[in-house]
């Protein structure tokens, strides 16, 4: 039986973020950082298909269930048996520590180059770029990252904080490492007024809204919103847009492995990939389909990111980038 977060020393328990799931064995504990819909639709088509493997949810950024975990390992009581979150980098993160499971069987056939871990610890399951989006309304129509430094939309722009989203953290890293981008280009948008926020859904809804009407932001999101009459934009700069994967895990620690391994199984199958494309994602499976919302014939440059030297850089990027922007 797992321990209840009550069953943690005080210190322990006051170190972890938010309320911990308490699960039983023969449950199925996923942490993730899909958006609350997306992961209820997750777990109900799973759970259609596995109707005897009852499925516990944390949802959060994905830097908060970090923060979880790494008081949940502190304590000697890891609550999670699967993770779906952001990004391959955090991934990494966890694999160094050798807190993931290799699945070496699991069916990586149709998965594009990259999307997934060589030693299959975990696995792609969509791909998620982010870009600029803005207003409809607004008078300015940027159309590379170059343009959000512009002294016309000065203190007008927003996006997700790093230190909460993995995509943005991605981001970060990516930009940094770049020679044409680097710590300058995120210094330039800090004196043109960039504010940091949240998550992606506090980005779409100011540009939405038009309180910042610029804004770095994911693409389902933008392209969704605007698909159901949200007044929102949405560019894939030339220079390349970064993409993350929305991984799946199996914990190394689970004590249902058996049901961990058939979540996965479900991510990376047809179904589970059909899925992403109904709830709006470019799915890893590139012969699923494309999602509506992309524009006939678009070009999306993916911007290069080197996954192991981005994971040595995070953390320290994500803390200046702190210092810069507030946490």
Known sequence: MKLRANGLGAA?????????????AGDLTLYTSQPEADAAKTVEA???VNPDVKVQVFRS??????SKMAAEFAAGAPQADVLLIADAVSMEGLKAQDRLLSYPEADVTGLGEGTYDADKTYFGSK?????IAYNSEAPVQPATWADLTKPEI???????????????????????????MG?????????????????NGA???????????????VDFMALNAKAKGSPIEFVFPPEGVVAVTEPVAIMKSTDNEADAKKFVDFILSDAGQKLALEQGYLPAKAS????????????IKIFPADIKAITAATEGDKSKFGEMFGG
């Not at 950024?61 to 970090?66: A, E, K, R, V, Y």
Request: charged share 15%; aromatic share 10%.
């Open 203 to 217: 980005v779409l809804k100011s540009v939405a809204s038009g309180e910042k009407p610029y804004g770095i932001l």
């Open 154 to 180: 000065k203190d007008q722009i927003v996006m997700p904080s790093p230190l909460y989203s993995g995509a943005a953290a991605f981001l970060l890293s990516s930009f940094v490492a770049d020679t044409s």
């Open 61 to 66: 950024g994905t830097s908060d269930i970090l």
């Open 12 to 24: 322990a328990a006051a170190a972890v973020l938010l309320s911990t799931v308490a699960a039983y």
């Open 288 to 299: 699923v389909g494309k999602p509506a919302w992309l524009p006939e014939g678009a070009e």
């Open 183 to 199: 710590w300058k280009y995120f210094e330039d948008l800090k004196a043109n007024g960039l504010v940091a926020v949240r998550g």
């Open 127 to 131: 791909l998620i770029t982010t870009g």
């Open 46 to 48: 799973f759970q259609a």
